[in-house]
């Protein structure tokens, strides 16, 4: 969860690619609470990247038991 709350703040404050980096490398580590990071608002400035919302697919993908 560290690396998700650090992509959070990297978000927060312009830094979108080392924002992706982070919450890239926190779902390597597990993390796969897509509700919350679809719906958290630290990560707003992140929804129109690409990146991002490949991220989010990656998640749901995992949670349905197929790879994205």
Sequence with gaps: ???Y????VLARVGRADDAIVRLTAAVAAG???LQLMSTDPDLTPLRS???????LAQIEA?????TP
Aim: charged share 40%.
């Design 1 to 3: 969860r560290c690396l």
């Design 5 to 8: 709350n650090l992509g959070c």
């Design 31 to 33: 993390f796969d609470d």
């Design 49 to 55: 990247d690409e990146r991002f919302r490949k991220l």
């Design 62 to 66: 995992a949670a349905a038991g197929k």
